[in-house]
């Protein structure tokens, strides 16, 4: 289960919100009724922050990895779907995007696990790791 690539990144989180997305997305406020960790739509991870600036990192698995709850807290995930294959963290009200990594195949769901840090004393920001690695491709019954 290595690590593929990964990508770090620092945005501003505008209303303390940003998205981790997949390149071709855009952006439409009424996609998104509530916070939590992921939005509405399949190509999308809204994410609620606690500072207003964070440092993101974007990570590619070949498959599971391994479970950092020791160093990271809040663990939350879902399933990714990446038309392109390749995503960015987005800011909020903004063209801003960075952090970019592609992922892998094109037009397939992929796994997400996010994680989140702070250390006050060190550093304010808050700091968001997430991981992601291939869903299983299901095979649609042909007719």
């Known amino acids: 289960m290595p690590l593929i690539s ?4 620092e945005l ?3 209303d303390r919100t940003f998205f981790v997305v997949d390149v071709t997305f855009a952006y439409n406020p009424g996609d998104f009724p509530g916070g939590g960790w992921f939005g509405a739509v399949t190509n999308c991870c ?3 922050a606690d500072t207003d600036h964070v440092s993101i990192r974007l990570e590619a698995w070949d498959d599971v990895p391994k479970e950092r709850r020791e160093l990271w807290a809040d663990v939350a995930s879902g399933v990714f779907r990446s038309e392109t294959g390749e995503i960015c963290a987005a800011e909020l009200y903004t063209d801003v995007q960075d952090g970019f990594l592609i992922l892998g195949e094109p037009g397939r769901d992929w796994h997400v696990r996010a994680h989140t840090r702070t250390d006050d004393e060190a550093d304010p920001r808050e700091e968001f790791l997430f991981q ?9 019954p042909s007719c």
């Open 6 to 9: 990964r990508s770090d990144c």
């Open 12 to 14: 501003n989180a505008y």
């Open 46 to 48: 809204h994410v609620s």
């Open 132 to 140: 992601f690695w291939p869903a299983p491709v299901i095979e649609k």
